[in-house]
């Protein structure tokens, strides 16, 4: 395993710590990188495993220091997040939340968290699972946004929010999402999953289970397209946290749909129960919810001021209550922390060292653009810590994982992210072959 490691200092004094190495590896002394962008420069070899450290002054807004961006695709479950630590003048603020999390979407990297894995009674936030199938099945073409859906008797006798169906009538299926979504419409829930049950609820909820565990979400357990109570039905701020990742990541198209402030239907104009979106302009989704037996939840995402933010709070006492813990969650992620881009997308990061193939060695970096999130203002040591396994066999196809980089600030691991091939590199051909065979090289 051949490992980079790159320790950061935020003082205005510059020191240059000795290069060591371990297992037997002899250190070799290499000269300091002035340039934060070169934080990798020039590598030696000696034998599998080796060190090199420098350190540097930076700024306290943490320019490019760390490189480092989460590669996932949608299938995949989204890895565990280390949490990061903020000064102790900006902790936790007191909530009356039973769970919480507040995760920083550019960087993925959890911010605060309470009782993450506890299971608690979704609520109607059970029907952000609902929507995202809706929203999958019309990406798919099974099911289209102006499709007329016959009203089941079973869907206009439901108890609870509802945008007033009536039983035969037939709504498109854009008007039941919008009241769903926005309302928390059972009735429109109903629908929707009837559709797509084919006439069967049971048969949806089986497909509502099956997304969670492709998702990740261990702890959940859906019982109805809903939310209305029912013994059994449980979720957890983790999972919850998951699923709001994948519709946006999903179906970025539908999105929008989560920051309706009212809705009309029949002559009956209802308020969106987010009541965030009234009060900030860059919360932008996505859902609220209640029973009297699990409180008061609601998920929240703020996109603004070059920060996008996801809060969930689950178990609070009121509608009030839910609103001003997670204000109060949203604030201390935004006053708290930065976030900058530290790296553009298919910028080389490294030359990994390729094994038969038609080239040496191969561009590594990122695919998307990378962020990090930091402490605000606190300039104290980070170190960056590259591991891949070098030589890499060919073929190296564009997108495959090569390593994963580690950022750890003050003790803590605060992320793991995983870096890529930039290119394509294949097998040496014969002639290739035969050439290195007469010429070593």
Not at 344 to 349: A, F, I, L, M, R
Not at 356 to 365: D, H, I
Not at 413 to 425: F, G, Q, R, S
Request: glycine fraction near 6%; include cysteine; proline fraction near 5%.
């Amino acid at each position: 395993m051949f490992i980079i490691q790159c320790g950061i200092i935020g003082l205005l004094k510059s020191q240059n710590p000795k290069p060591y190495a371990q297992d037997g590896a002899k250190a070799r002394k290499i000269r300091p990188i002035r340039h934060p962008k070169r934080i990798i420069g020039r590598l030696k070899h000696s034998h599998n495993l080796e060190y090199f450290m420098t350190a540097h002054k930076i700024l306290p807004v943490l320019l490019p220091i760390i490189l480092g961006v989460s590669h996932a695709t949608a299938a995949s479950p989204a890895p565990n997040r280390p949490t990061v630590h903020a000064a102790p003048t900006l902790q936790t603020p007191e909530t009356l939340t039973a769970a919480h999390i507040v995760i920083d979407l550019q960087s993925r990297q959890t911010l605060s968290a309470k009782n993450t894995n506890t299971p608690v009674e979704p609520a109607a936030l059970t029907q952000l699972m609902t929507a995202y199938l809706v929203f999958k099945n019309m990406k798919s073409g099974n099911i289209q946004s102006e499709e007329n859906l016959k009203i089941p008797e079973s869907a206009w006798a439901s108890e609870g929010s509802r945008m007033f169906v009536r039983p035969g009538d037939t709504v498109s299926t854009d008007k039941l999402l919008k009241g769903m979504i926005a309302l928390c419409a059972n009735d429109a829930a109903l629908t929707l999953a009837d559709r797509l049950g084919n006439g069967s609820i049971e048969n949806f909820v089986q497909q509502m289970n099956k997304e969670a565990r492709r998702l990740g979400m261990k702890n959940t357990v859906f019982k109805n397209p809903t939310g209305l109570g029912r013994e059994g039905q449980v979720s957890t701020a983790k999972d919850l946290a998951l699923l709001s990742e994948a519709l946006m990541r999903d179906f970025p198209e539908y999105y929008p749909l989560f920051s309706i402030k009212s809705f009309k239907f029949e002559n009956i104009e209802q308020n969106n129960r987010n009541i965030l979106l009234y009060r900030d302009n860059n919360v932008n989704g996505l859902k609220a919810g209640h029973t009297e037996s699990g409180g008061y939840n609601l998920a929240v995402s703020y996109s603004g001021n070059g920060r996008h933010i996801l809060v969930i709070t689950l178990g609070s006492e009121s509608a009030e209550t839910r609103a001003s813990d997670n204000s109060k969650l949203l604030n201390r992620a935004l006053q708290a922390f930065d976030t900058p881009k530290i790296y553009p997308k298919g910028k080389t990061v490294a030359q990994i060292q390729i094994s038969g193939g038609s080239k040496k060695t191969v561009r590594a970096g990122f695919l998307k653009e990378a962020y990090i999130t930091l402490p605000h203002k606190e300039a104290k040591m980070a170190e960056q810590i590259l591991e891949t396994i070098q030589p890499i066999p060919a073929p190296v196809k564009k997108g495959q994982i090569l390593g994963k980089i580690k950022i750890r600030q003050n003790g803590h691991t605060i992320a793991e992210k995983e870096i890529v091939a930039l290119e394509n590199v294949e097998k040496r051909s014969r002639w290739q072959r035969l050439w290195t065979r007469l010429t070593g090289q």
